[in-house]
């Protein structure tokens, strides 16, 4: 079992940025490909970013790429997401999430572990 826990949202300005964390705790977190998801108010939950369990390699939504920046740091057990020009349509609570195997990146039922989200919200 994994706890996820988000942290680092708020409420910022187009242009800006912010960094939000996940803290793991529970099994080996290097076992877990990470991911991160967002979800808008009347939208469905979409894909945002992962990173592999090494950290080594990471995947975007083409409407983020060049925009965010996945990362982890397997000694603290947490995972990134540096999120620059920032947009009003970032606007969402994003999800930390993780899986224990490594075939694919996208799909939000592939994930086994959630934590419990952290609202960004993008002011014009």
């Known amino acids: 079992q994994v706890q996820l826990v988000e942290s680092g949202g708020g409420l910022v300005q187009a242009g800006g940025s912010l960094r939000l964390s996940c803290a793991a705790s529970g099994r080996t977190f290097s076992s877990y490909t990470m991911g991160w998801f967002r979800q808008a108010p009347q939208k469905e939950r979409e894909f945002v970013a992962a990173v592999n369990k090494s950290g080594g390699s990471t995947y975007y939504a083409g409407s983020v790429k060049g925009r965010f920046t996945i990362s982890r740091d397997n000694a603290k057990s947490t995972v990134y997401l540096q999120m620059n020009s920032l947009q009003p349509e970032d606007t969402a609570v994003y999800y930390c999430?993780?899986?224990?195997?490594?075939?694919?990146?996208?799909?939000?039922?592939?994930?086994?572990?959630w934590g419990q989200g952290t609202q960004v919200t993008v002011s014009s």
């Open positions: 999430a993780a899986k224990s195997n490594s075939y694919y990146y996208s799909r939000t039922y592939d994930y086994d572990y």
